[in-house]
């Protein structure tokens, strides 16, 4: 019986091993050798070493300002849907009548495709038939603005129209955490005298600690992937404005055929996320709960 087990354990987990080893360790391990060569993505590959990584630190001044403006893109998304969401999430858990149909409505934005979202914001950011054009109709000035052909507004602008699309899944994994806590805490909490904003420092927020922790390093780590709202609006433009990591690396993949250039890039945010992770790995081992 228990040879019958162990050959059924092996039969499940080998399938799995070799599809994780053809689609995870093989990719990676050959996008680190071609970040070590000069390929074009079509021919034979030349080895060039730490070259790549030479022009990308030292030479490469389009990196450099998409990197910097990954870094605004962590802190906003750090921020802005994470208090959105906590707030959505603490009146979301006080609604009972439509519950369901309200929370569906937080999260739809989520499941939407992003060609479709961005699609709609690029309409509604448009300032000849947008929202602003609309509103300077009325006698409201000033928004009818190129806010995606503004180099002063462009990155803020997509940033604010991928928020539209994640604080809600957030509201939604906040609200699911809040309702995870006893009661009980907060009859003990009202019994003590407390007032909401108290029952939501001294219960809500230890008692979703977890959650926000987990999301926080998602978030950082989704921060340096993002690619598809930028690319969409604006390509990265104008100008590199909107410039991301990511939409760089694509333009040297697939529009300058720089592939090992490229996979140098890709290693590079590899690298940085797992960064993101040892930080948050050293911050549990000190007593955080993740």
Request: no cysteine.
């Given at each position: 019986m228990e040879?019958?087990?162990?050959?059924?354990?092996?039969?499940?987990?080998?399938?799995i091993t070799l599809v994780h080893l053809v689609v995870v360790v093989g990719p990676g391990i050959s996008g680190l050798y071609y970040a070590l060569t000069d390929w074009s993505g079509i021919g034979k590959a030349e080895f060039i070493g730490l070259g790549n990584f030479v022009e990308l630190f030292t030479e490469d001044l389009n990196f450099r300002a998409a990197f910097r403006h990954n870094l605004f893109?962590?802190?906003f998304f750090l921020t802005v849907p994470m208090i959105m969401a906590l707030s959505a999430a603490s009146l979301l858990a006080q609604i009972r009548r439509g519950a369901m149909v309200i929370r569906s409505?937080?999260?739809l934005p989520y499941v939407l495709p992003s060609i479709v979202s961005?699609?709609?914001?690029?309409?509604?950011?448009?300032?000849?038939l947008g929202i602003g054009a609309a509103l300077d109709k009325i006698g409201i000035k000033g928004l009818d603005?190129?806010?995606?052909g503004d180099f002063r507004t462009a990155l803020a602008s997509i940033a604010?129209?991928?928020?539209?699309?994640w604080w809600g899944f957030l509201s939604i994994l906040f609200l699911t955490a809040m309702q995870s806590i006893p009661v009980?805490?907060?009859?003990?909490?009202?019994m003590d005298g407390a007032?909401?904003?108290?029952?939501?420092?001294n219960v809500t927020l230890p008692g979703i600690r977890p959650t926000i922790l987990f999301m926080l390093l998602m978030t950082a780590i989704w921060s340096f992937l993002s690619f598809d709202y930028v690319w969409i609006l604006t390509q990265g433009g104008p100008s590199g404005a909107s410039e991301l990591v990511s939409s760089h690396l694509y333009k040297q993949a697939f529009l300058r055929f720089e592939a090992g250039y490229a996979a140098a890039i890709g290693l590079t945010v590899s690298l940085m996320a797992g960064c993101i992770v040892g930080g948050f790995t050293i911050l549990r081992r000190r007593g955080w709960e993740i």
């Open positions: 040879v019958r087990r162990g050959l059924l354990a092996w039969a499940l987990i080998i399938p893109w962590m802190a409505m937080f999260y961005a699609f709609t914001w690029s309409m509604l950011l448009n300032p000849s603005h190129p806010w995606l604010f129209a991928d928020n539209w699309h009980d805490l907060y009859d003990a909490a009202k007032n909401r904003w108290q029952q939501f420092r």
